[in-house]
């Protein structure tokens, strides 16, 4: 009942949830953008310094936030001029699902 209390009054409870929710990593991926690092490729032997590397981060993007965004965070994070970050495939965060359509209705009677 508690949880259902707080979820009910957002307006007031919004931050205080937040808060609680990111000491979790179940329930921080619901309240913020993720990245899991997918694909790491280098060298071939334990004794060779490769020519090159490669790393495929995939994102799960919060409503609001923005492919631009995440790319801009990426870059200032990394730092460095050699490391080359493009984008492979994108797709801007889906829009928040309204509580008054017919597909909300299905899943939560």
């Known amino acids: ?16 949830l937040s808060f609680a929710m990111s000491f979790k990593d179940s329930t921080k991926a619901q309240i913020t ?3 899991a690092f997918t694909t790491i490729d280098g060298g071939v032997k334990d ?18 936030h923005t492919v631009d965004d995440v790319l801009a965070h990426i ?8 490391v080359k970050v493009e984008v492979l495939y994108a797709n801007e965060a889906s829009d928040i699902s309204s509580t008054e359509s017919e597909g909300y209705n299905v899943i939560h009677h």
């Open 1 to 16: 009942w508690f949880f259902r209390m707080l979820s009910s009054n957002l307006w007031i409870f919004s931050s205080v």
């Open 33 to 35: 953008t993720t990245f």
């Open 47 to 64: 004794n060779v310094l490769p020519n090159s590397a490669s790393v495929t981060l995939n994102t799960r993007l919060l409503p609001g």
């Open 75 to 82: 870059e200032k994070v990394v730092n460095d001029p050699q």
